[in-house]
């Protein structure tokens, strides 16, 4: 009889023809797997850190986002288009991949070496020394998690995807509970577990790939993956304004404690985008597979408007799990987070969705537009922020980044039906259908727990002696 492991391994390699309904559950499973024991983490973190050094550790890790942004050249996301095409050449990508990851870690680490105690001066009122050194090395790894794991998803490997975000989450928080809480190492030691999970993202990515071909350099190849990839560099970079920026501006104008609450209620409040990302790992690669044919509209259809079900559904559980969370696990001393967070809270479900459909322009050749759309949504949080922050602190923080993602979001739906004809009605209004395909699930999914219950559990060696 097979083990409920086997059973579910079976299932994941099960062929099927709605690979968007898989991906997305495959991607759900390992991302909701991984946000578990993220939020082990987050709230051993916060424990072992107080609010001051979480603050810290938040603005080293915004920090590191930002310096990727910059440094990648779109290149990850590069990869994912076109490692999903259907001539696409696996070896040269890896191979351009670690050329470019070792060229990013002989220039930043020695910068950051030498110029340690300026950034700390600029985004840590004068902490973190030479920790800040450990920033520029995590931007070489996540580098490469992302190119790895990016060809993974071109190749629409999405449970081998799954199943490594939550062993590189459960290796992390073994990570911190070691290096933060036994070994005392602080901050140092959260930077050092938040590359455990990148690092095992990358060695369990490269046995399939390079089963297909060696890694090799390909400069013509490079070159495309690069103007490519400038286009969604630009977005990239704008969208972290969205996403991080927020937290450096806080730090501008607020002691390292209030950036600690801030980055609580983020983390809390963006659970629900990690919905969002299942998505959207799932359209681009799809949309750039069947890149002319009547399946990409369907899977565009599909991907927005489930996600905007689901979504909603989670905000609202999030509403009223969230602060229970923040209060009962974090603990009294970051109660302060819980109302950013729900203030951020109406804005996550428009953001989810413009990341969904971000995904899906960036799969149809289309990562200027989405980069367009990114811009739109940076102006307004840097101009919310300066204006907000200095009088309200974490909460005008919060405001901006609510009136930016529904922005974001809104002209995300508007730009996909200019450029599909598909009516906004269609993509964000649910059917009965939709519905009856979720009582389905639920349905089956009971039906199958009860001959679970039923089926009479084998003898074991030995029972006939009792």
Do not use: C
């Not at 079976?10 to 968007?20: E, F, T």
């Not at 990358?202 to 089963?211: D, N, R, V």
């Not at 977005?235 to 609580?264: E, K, T, W």
């Amino acid at each position: 009889m097979l083990s409920l492991f086997d059973r579910l391994r079976h299932a994941a390699r099960r062929p099927s023809d709605n690979l968007l309904a898989r991906g997305v559950t495959l991607s759900v499973i390992g991302r909701g797997g991984s946000l578990f024991l993220g939020f082990v983490g987050s709230v051993a973190l916060a424990r072992f850190l107080g609010p001051s050094d979480r603050g810290l550790l938040g603005l080293m890790t915004s920090a590191s986002a930002v310096a990727l942004a910059l440094t990648a050249l779109g290149v990850p996301q590069a990869v994912v288009y076109f490692s999903s095409r259907r001539e696409a050449d696996q070896g040269a990508l890896l191979g351009n991949s670690f050329a470019q990851a070792t060229l990013l870690t002989a220039v930043i680490v020695p910068l950051a070496l030498v110029f340690h105690q300026a950034l700390a001066d600029a985004l840590g009122h004068g902490q973190g020394g030479r920790t800040w050194a450990l920033v520029a090395v995590l931007v070489s790894i996540t580098f490469l998690d992302w190119t790895t794991h990016g060809q993974l998803q071109g190749m629409l490997m999405f449970g081998r995807f799954s199943a490594l975000l939550i062993i590189g989450k459960a290796l992390s928080v073994v990570a911190i509970l070691a290096l933060v809480g036994a070994a005392g190492l602080g901050v140092a030691g959260g930077v050092i577990a938040t590359a455990v999970a990148s690092i095992v993202m990358i060695f369990g990515s490269l046995p399939p790939i390079l089963a297909r071909a060696r890694p090799r350099l390909n400069l013509k190849l490079w070159d495309r993956m690069v103007r490519y990839g400038f286009r969604v560099q630009i977005g990239s970079m704008l969208q972290l304004a969205n996403f991080r920026l927020d937290v450096i501006i806080v730090q501008l104008f607020r002691p390292l404690s209030q950036v600690g609450y801030y980055v609580i209620a983020q983390t809390i409040a963006e659970l629900v985008v990690n919905l969002a990302v299942a998505f959207q790992g799932s359209i681009m690669p799809l949309v750039a597979h069947y890149e002319g044919d009547e399946k990409a509209r369907t899977n565009t259809i599909l991907s927005v408007r489930h996600h905007g079900i689901l979504a909603a559904v989670a905000v609202i559980g999030n509403a009223i799990l969230g602060p229970l969370v923040i209060a009962l696990a974090y603990g009294s001393k970051f109660t302060p987070a819980i109302a950013p967070m729900l203030i951020l809270l109406p804005g996550i479900w428009f953001l989810g969705m413009g990341v969904v459909i971000q995904g899906d322009l960036s799969g149809r050749g289309r990562p200027g537009l989405s980069s367009a759309l990114a811009g739109l949504a940076a102006i307004v949080t840097v101009a919310l922020d300066f204006a907000l922050i200095p009088p309200l602190g974490v909460i005008g923080a919060a405001l901006a980044s609510v009136a930016a993602y529904s922005t974001f979001g809104i002209a995300s739906l508007e730009a996909l039906h200019r450029v599909t004809g598909i009516s906004i009605r269609e993509l964000i209004v649910p059917t009965r259908a939709d519905f009856d395909a979720y009582r389905s699930v639920i349905a089956r999914g009971f039906a199958a727990l009860k001959r679970s219950a039923r089926r009479p559990t084998p003898p074991q060696a030995g029972d006939h002696l009792t």
